[in-house]
């Protein structure tokens, strides 16, 4: 019984350890879509925060989590421009 809760265990890490490199790698692979997402949300409440909408009419100014998450969309799409595609470097 002991010697099957060892290869339980063991299994166990052995995927634990496997979904830690794929996180790191799609981390390592995605890295200017990250940048631009956490850049663009601090920018869109900052915008919020300076600027934002004294009326509370504006559908993306008038609430700090709107104007955040437009910003982490905005940031992403931007950054991601700038990808370099794998597939070009073949051609």
Do not use: R
């Not at 909408?53 to 709107?66: D, M, P, Q, V």
């Not at 998450?69 to 070009?88: I, Q």
């Amino acid at each position: 019984m002991e010697e099957e809760d060892v290869i339980h265990q063991s299994k166990k890490m052995i995927l634990q350890l496997l979904k830690i490199l794929i996180m790191k790698s799609w981390v390592l692979n995605n890295k200017l879509l990250i940048a631009g997402i956490v850049l663009g949300a601090i920018g869109g409440y900052l915008y919020w925060q300076q600027i934002g909408c004294s009326s509370g009419t504006c559908a993306i100014t008038s609430k700090w989590h709107n104007s955040t998450a437009y910003g982490a969309l905005m940031g992403g799409l931007l950054f991601s421009m700038f990808k370099k595609d794998k597939n070009a470097d073949n051609k």
